[in-house]
């Protein structure tokens, strides 16, 4: 009973997070919703993962969701490291305008070694 | 009509990153030939952009280290603003020769080609170690492969292109994949390109600052990452 209560609420309480996010889009917000609410009937009822399992062709309902987790934590990896990319181009492109305000010019023709 | 040779405005762009020792040897090599060089100071901690202040070039500053790419397009939109009729790309370590530059800047201008690239297996590499040769060989399979153009040399820092050249490529690359980058939007933008064999001379000096085996698998990364984003 103790571990359910202690799912429910991490899981509550990424939603209210996730809820308050304005900046995210609202498909996106909703999808993450409905993957917590599943994640909490899951919580609760915890069988019908390894009906799923069954269904699927995975021994335990444990296993499934740890092969999913894996999928998830990849996916959310990569998607990471595609905004740190664009992230990388953006301050390239900062610098870059910042950098050709200020050319420094040598002092007159013919001053050279 | 075609201008004379001599009045064709060329801007030589220099990525530097900490070349303070060598920048004065590279520019007092390049400025008799090209008056309008550009060295682009990738953030570096050292003496660089004063060091090329002095020796009577032109010299931007990057507040942070970028790579070597995002010099080159940096000192290109700069050059391209000044009203470059050409743009070069010319290493600041001294492996390059300012007389390759003025053949290629002629063959540029003679053949009527968008762009003119040095490589070193047509012309000289001197004290080229046998593993560096494998790796740029390998490199250059790789960009061939991957661009469709047909190149002897992917990796060489001496350049030469027209301004419309210039004004239609974008290096995103910015660290070194932007060789092959370059090479691979030569190819897709339907740009002519030649190579002529000009001389590199490595010393330790520019050896030590060069590249390195491990430095490939970045590279190869970064053009990944630079497939992904797109």
């Known amino acids: 009973m103790t571990i359910q209560i202690f799912l429910t609420s991490m899981l509550g309480l990424v939603g209210v997070l996730v809820g308050a996010q304005q900046t995210t889009s609202r498909l996106v917000r909703v999808s993450i919703l409905a993957v917590l609410a599943f994640g909490m009937f899951l919580v609760w009822a915890?069988?019908?993962?390894?009906?799923?399992?069954?269904?699927?062709?995975?021994?335990?309902g444990a296993d499934l969701i740890l092969y999913l987790w894996v999928v998830i934590t990849l996916a959310l990896i990569l998607f990471l490291y595609l905004k740190i990319l664009r992230l990388a181009r953006r301050i390239t492109q900062l610098t870059r305008a910042l950098a050709l305000t200020q050319p420094m010019r040598p002092e007159g023709p013919g001053h050279r070694p | 009509m075609m201008q004379p040779v001599s009045e064709v405005r060329t801007w030589v762009v220099v990525p530097a990153f900490r070349e303070g020792s060598a920048i004065r040897q590279t520019l007092a090599d390049l400025l008799p030939r090209f008056p309008n060089v550009l060295v682009v100071d990738d953030g570096s901690d050292d003496d660089t952009a004063s060091q090329a202040l002095a020796a009577g070039a032109t010299v931007i500053r990057h507040p942070l280290n970028l790579g070597q790419g995002a010099a080159i397009q940096t000192g290109i939109t700069f050059a391209l603003a000044q009203g470059a009729e050409t743009v070069a790309t010319f290493d600041a370590d001294g492996q390059h020769h300012a007389d390759d530059l003025v053949r290629m800047r002629d063959?540029?201008?003679?053949?009527?080609?968008?762009?003119?690239?040095?490589?070193?297996?047509l012309g000289h590499a001197d004290g080229l170690s046998p593993a560096r040769r494998l790796i740029l060989k390998l490199a250059i399979v790789f960009t061939n492969l991957t661009t469709g153009v047909r190149m002897s040399d992917a990796h060489n820092g001496l350049r030469i292109m027209t301004a419309d050249a210039a004004r239609r490529i974008n290096i995103c690359q910015d660290r070194m994949a932007h060789a092959s980058e370059l090479v691979s939007q030569i190819g897709k933008l339907g740009l002519s390109s030649r190579e002529m064999p000009v001389t590199i001379t490595y010393s330790p000096y520019s050896l030590g600052k060069g590249q390195k085996l491990t430095n490939s698998f970045r590279i190869l990364a970064d053009l990944v990452s630079g497939w992904l984003l797109r």
Do not use: H, K
Not at chain 1, 46 to 60: C, Y
Not at chain 2, 107 to 121: A, T, Y
């Open chain 2, 107 to 121: 063959e540029l201008l003679r053949s009527g080609c968008d762009v003119v690239i040095g490589s070193r297996f």
């Open chain 1, 46 to 60: 915890p069988e019908t993962t390894n009906r799923l399992a069954g269904a699927l062709g995975v021994g335990r």
